[in-house]
């Protein structure tokens, strides 16, 4: 029988481990892998470079738009699903974004709806909940379920999106009982407010002070008090953004009492510390996000547990807030505090070069580690039934790297329409050369 494509000698990483062969698609599915398949339509000579399941990206920020006071997001799902693309990326898993009063169905309808006809890729939605409106739970909840919604993020924090401690227990009361994920945003709000306010008011207004005003214990509280509403409710638990060691060892703790929990990090917490943000001439509003920056212990601790286990994934947390203006402003001599700049990492387009490069490349993990969190792990917990796993019968989602490819990452080669990228001028080891999203090859 006629393949699609097939890409040949490649080193292909399965569940079973690396094999040297070929990977044969038919009808936009894996259909075989094995030595000397059939021809395909397409042929493609991988000579010894890895092949990997396609990356899939739980957490990113796509074409939201503007919702207390937040700016919309400057990518659309075209630009955003491009970047994705050209990273390697082919699978994207953004929120939805309503405020209180919202109709939040409408609100998900509306959101989805440009995505037909303009995304490269596929994509599933998390369903941000800005309170517990019992009617929406009760009724409305259980057939976007049915309908094949897996996940709602709650929000801790931030004026507009921060959920009180009754409503999170509503919420994951009733993802309990439909089986879904709870997503949290760990911050615990009333302390992130403290403590801003207590830098403002001592002048401590350094860009660098980003770290102290939303310390790791707020990251930390918020992690054991929701894992505890967790265990009351037998909700599943996924907590995005892992920060650092502290809330690391409250993700440990929650799993050792038995609590449903799995946690991710993203590419910017293992590749820079709170040291950039110190960087001079005002460089270091490049490197603010929430929760901040973390001290290079944090740094390594976090490699750690990505390869051993205590981490089950990476992402991107792509927020692309354009920042070059605010940092203008401030080199022209307007005061500008820590609290006055927009927040947030574009990453769509380098989270897994960055994870490669700095987890398979130097040793820190291994291909198969790297398959399992950047691919494997959020396809399981989001419920991709046939996504991120080379073998037969799943979706052919696939990257090829140039596993020894040493290059120079710029701004100017990236997709996304975000001002900057912290990554400017960064060495890599490792890049995807090419990009198949359900048997279409969408880079090249």
Not at 15 to 38: H, K, T, Y
Not at 323 to 332: D, E, F, K, S, V
Not at 380 to 392: C, E, I, Q, Y
Request: charged share 20%; proline share 5%; aromatic share 6%.
């Amino acid at each position: 029988m006629q393949n699609d494509l097939v890409i040949r000698d490649a080193v292909i990483v399965t569940p079973g481990g690396r094999q040297r062969g070929d990977l044969a698609v038919r009808a936009g599915q894996i259909a075989e892998i094995g030595p000397d398949l059939a021809r395909g339509t397409i042929e493609i000579a991988a000579n010894g470079r890895l092949l990997m399941p396609g990356g899939i990206d739980s957490h990113c920020h796509i074409a939201q738009r503007s919702v207390a006071g937040e700016p919309p997001c400057p990518d659309d799902w075209e630009t955003a699903t491009r970047a994705a693309v050209a990273g390697g990326t082919t699978t994207v898993i953004p929120q939805s974004m309503a405020a209180r009063g919202d109709d939040l169905a409408a609100v998900l309808a509306e959101y989805i709806a440009p995505a037909t006809g303009t995304a490269l890729i596929d994509h599933a939605v998390h369903i941000q909940m800005p309170e517990a409106d019992q009617d929406f739970l009760a009724n409305s909840l259980p057939g976007l379920a049915a309908r094949g919604f897996r996940s709602v993020k709650m929000f801790s924090t931030y004026q507009g999106y921060a959920l009180t401690d009754a409503e999170m227990l509503a919420i994951l009361a009733a993802t309990a009982r439909l089986g879904m994920v709870a997503i949290l945003h760990a911050e615990d709000d009333a302390l992130v407010r403290h403590a801003t306010a207590a830098e403002l008011a001592a002048g401590r207004t350094a860009l660098a002070r980003q770290t102290h005003a939303r310390p790791q214990a707020a990251e930390a509280e918020m992690i054991h008090r929701v894992s505890n509403y967790a265990a009351a409710t037998g909700a599943r638990l996924h907590v995005y953004h892992v920060s650092g060691a502290e809330a690391l060892a409250e993700v440990a703790r929650a799993a050792a009492r038995g609590v449903a929990i799995s946690a991710e990090t993203c590419a910017h917490y293992l590749c820079f510390t709170d040291a950039d943000l110190a960087r001079p001439d005002f460089e270091g509003a490049k490197f603010l996000c929430a929760p901040p920056l973390r001290s290079e212990a944090d740094r390594q601790a976090l490699w750690d547990a990505l390869a051993a286990g205590g981490l089950q994934m990476v992402s991107s947390d792509h927020s692309p807030k354009n920042r070059l203006p605010q940092i203008a402003r401030a080199r022209g001599g307007e005061t500008m505090p820590f609290t006055a700049f927009g927040g947030g990492f574009p990453g769509l387009q380098t989270m897994l070069p960055s994870v490669f490069s700095g987890g398979v490349a130097t040793g820190r993990m291994t291909p198969e580690r790297f398959a399992e969190v950047t691919a494997a792990a959020p396809a399981r917990l989001f419920g991709l039934k046939r996504k991120g796993v080379l073998a037969p019968g799943f979706d052919a989602d696939l990257t090829l790297w140039e596993q020894e490819a040493r290059w120079t990452l710029h701004h100017a080669q990236m997709e996304s329409r975000v001002d900057f990228t912290p990554w400017d001028g960064a060495a890599m080891t490792g890049r995807p050369v090419l990009t198949v999203s359900r048997g279409r090859i969408v880079m090249r």
